[in-house]
């Protein structure tokens, strides 16, 4: 290696070094924390033996010694100052690696790749006259002989769209024979990652014109494939390659390798994190997509780049759970002044402390809220034409969001998506009854949430009031009712950068519903699509997505979402289902589940019991506890790791969580959906919204896991399992 020694090095850690160290033995991943931490500092020390690996695919490969068994793969520059961590292993297989991967830079996308170079042998492709029938081929790369092969090429690609997605030039011919997905699934781990999701998402039923927006970047200049410092720099390479830069962030990062999302953010994620926009933007995308991710990513990037002296960040969601978590999560990523300039807060204690500073003269309160109770349980002995569903439900879909207050109001009220057509004699005789409870309320000085959430609007734009806040970021806004959102646009002026909403109609669980641009948001032109799923396997997406099939889902702005148009890149076991005759007999089949997989070094911690209910929850932790086996339940707190066990959540604490291995239990005709959601109404609409939402609760929870997916019941099971 010749390099100047006076200019200052860079080294960069790949995805795949960090990867490669999560799987490495406690001792031997310590003394690799702590030779990373040196290397980083002076990757040119004498201490260093750089050792030349005979039949290395990159002649600029060394590996170096971590301790007896154990070594690193690093390129070390012959020319330049840019050192890169690749890979670590034992001896041999550390050494074999080397001779199987390249380390280069993308003639056509610049991006810095890592890929598997082995030859594939392709068989010639015969051509077969029309009407002729056509003869057996070998598919590449081989697939088993039970499946048939299809006739057809997979892709009609040129190499000019080969080379723009990423497709290595040596690859490029394997590429273009290949007549199935199964053939297209074996490459994967061989092409470089950007080049398989383009061809996979492809393969999947996108356009040439998606992939074109969303993974080629056009450049104004010749790209040189030698310079290793303008590649770290382009997007598509930070979705693999993190330049060292701090050491704190360095040793965080060391003690979690799995947590790739700390700095590992696809091209796809990058576009939306790293720019100003002129204006909201709405980001969808399935469970798993990375769209919390996304929005943190964001606020750290606009605390840093935007705000001026006194400016902050709002960044909210629905529950109190899921602020303490996004919360614990942006401490792992920002500094403590970026941290500083974000405020994370669930939306109902953000109402309530500005209106206490207010001096609001109205208590705040919910449903279940005894006072309201008894005004209701009066305001009803009025009129006994409809059952106490339906006035709960007109109240709560038209009278609060339109903030009816008058008879006038209500009698030209939009009634959309209510399943009971109203005369003016029925509405006369129903707003006796809300006007009853509108009375009761005012002199008891009481108010709903969703009424205080608009008084606070209200209140904003009647005092001029401003507040420190330079950006709304909403996660989780599918849950956000209409009053939410018109709040949150009143925070901040209309401006570049003001709001920024990441959601999925396919994961409301609340039964809010609103529609952006009735709230004021303006998104036209800056709305977004993840299509990506980095947490789960295709096998338990494809299990998720059953459940919501042929559901109508929005897309929050009046639109709808088909939630069809995402994959994920991983596979592995397709989910496990196994059904009980007794209650008894499914607790003993979990108790088994958790003991394999323990038995096979699964840490408890990385397992989760997921159920409808606390109650169900309480028994399976008393089964688990009375054989030995510790448990945590997941409650109002952040999920502490340190804390040892088994986890257990309801499907609606779980949400926004994951774990490596997911056990839905208690999935049975009876118990999932909840019986009163089916029977709470008589409007054929809401239960049918109802159903809906239970649909949505259980595909959330089983997009909990990462790697394998358990649903137990006893009985029959759930309807939403068997169709």
């Excluded at 290696?1 to 799987?23: C, Q, R, Y």
């Excluded at 401490?331 to 403590?336: F, L, N």
């Excluded at 510790?630 to 790791?641: C, L, M, P």
Aim: proline letters at 5%; a negative charge; one cysteine or more.
């Amino acid at each position: 290696m010749h390099v100047a020694e006076n200019t200052p090095a860079k080294v960069a850690i790949s995805d795949k070094f960090m990867l490669s160290m999560a799987g490495l033995p406690k001792q031997t991943a310590k003394k690799t924390m702590e030779f990373v931490s040196k290397f980083r500092q002076n990757p040119r020390s004498p201490g260093i033996n750089y050792e030349t690996i005979n039949d290395a695919k990159d002649k600029q490969y060394r590996s170096v010694r971590i301790d007896q068994n154990y070594r690193g793969i690093i390129r070390a520059p012959d020319e330049g100052d840019i050192y890169l961590l690749l890979w670590v292993d034992k001896h041999d297989d550390a050494y074999d690696w080397a001779r199987r991967h390249k380390c280069d830079v993308h003639p056509g996308t610049g991006t810095l790749q890592i890929y598997e170079s082995i030859e594939i042998e392709v068989p010639e492709i015969v051509e077969v006259p029309t009407g002729s029938s056509t003869p057996e081929q070998p598919e590449t790369p081989t697939v088993t002989p039970e499946q048939p092969i299809p006739a057809e090429k997979l892709f009609d690609l040129s190499e000019t769209q080969l080379n723009a997605i990423g497709v290595p030039r040596e690859m490029m011919r394997a590429v273009r024979a290949l007549r199935s997905e199964v053939g297209l699934e074996s490459l994967e781990g061989r092409l470089p990652s950007e080049a398989f999701e383009a061809l996979y998402l492809l393969a999947a039923g996108s356009e040439w014109e998606e992939i074109e927006a969303d993974y080629i970047n056009k450049h104004d200049e010749p790209i040189d494939t030698t310079n290793i410092e303008a590649a770290l720099e382009r997007a598509g390479s930070q979705r693999s390659f993190w330049v060292i830069e701090d050491e704190m962030e360095l040793q965080q990062m060391l003690n979690a390798p799995l947590d790739r999302w700390r700095v590992f953010l696809h091209p796809t994620q990058r576009k939306l994190v790293e720019r100003s926009w002129n204006g909201p933007v709405r980001v969808l995308g399935g469970a798993g997509t990375g769209k919390t991710v996304v929005a943190m990513h964001r606020a750290k990037w606009l605390a840093k780049n935007t705000l001026q002296s006194g400016e902050k960040i709002l960044f909210t969601t629905f529950t109190a759970n899921l602020a303490m978590d996004i919360e614990a999560n942006l401490r792992k990523i920002c500094s403590e002044e970026e941290l500083s300039r974000i405020e994370v807060r669930n939306i109902d204690s953000w109402v309530s402390d500005f209106l206490k500073k207010q001096k609001y003269p109205h208590d705040i309160v919910y449903e279940n809220n005894e006072k309201l109770k008894r005004i209701w349980d009066k305001a009803l002995m009025l009129n006994s034409e409809f059952p106490e569903s339906f006035f709960k439900e007109e109240w709560e879909r038209v009278v609060l969001p339109q903030r009816i207050q008058s008879l006038d109001e209500y009698k030209s009220a939009k009634r959309t998506g209510r399943g009971v057509a109203l005369n003016r004699k029925q509405r006369l005789g129903i707003w006796d009854v809300f006007e009853e409870i509108r009375a009761q309320m005012h002199h008891a000085g009481l108010r709903t949430f969703e009424d205080a959430t608009l008084d606070a609007a209200d209140l904003l734009r009647e005092k001029n009031i401003r507040l420190p806040y330079r950006t709304v970021l909403v996660d989780e806004s599918q849950d956000m009712g209409p009053q939410a959102l018109t709040l949150l646009r009143a925070l901040v002026p209309e401006q570049t950068d003001d709001m920024f909403l990441v959601g999925d109609g396919h994961q409301r669980i609340y039964r809010r519903h609103a529609v952006m641009g009735q709230c004021g948001i303006r998104i036209v032109g800056r709305s977004r699509k993840l299509k990506i799923n980095y947490r789960t396997t295709e096998e338990t997406r494809r299990f998720a997505s059953a459940i919501l099939e042929g559901q109508p889902i929005d897309d929050m702005d009046g639109g709808n979402d088909k939630g069809t148009d995402y994959r994920s890149l991983t596979h592995g076991e397709v989910p496990t289902l196994r059904g009980f005759k007794t209650k008894a007999e499914e607790g003993e089949g979990i108790l088994q589940i958790v003991r394999e997989l323990i038995e096979n070094e699964v840490d408890p911690r990385d397992i989760c019991i997921s159920f409808r209910t606390n109650r169900a929850g309480e028994y399976y932790a008393s089964t688990l506890e009375l054989a030995g086996i510790q448990t945590q339940t997941v409650k109002r707190k952040a999920d502490e790791r340190r804390l040892a066990g088994v986890r257990l959540a309801t499907m609606h604490r779980v949400k926004g969580l994951e774990f490596r291995y997911v056990i839905l239990a208690g999935i049975s005709n009876g118990q999932v959906p909840l019986p009163i959601t089916q029977t709470n109404s008589e409007d054929p609409v809401e239960l049918r919204q109802n159903e809906i939402s239970e649909r949505a609760l259980l595909h959330v929870a089983a997009t909990r896991a990462v790697k394998g997916l358990y649903v137990t019941w006893h009985g029959e099971p759930s309807t939403f399992i068997s169709q």
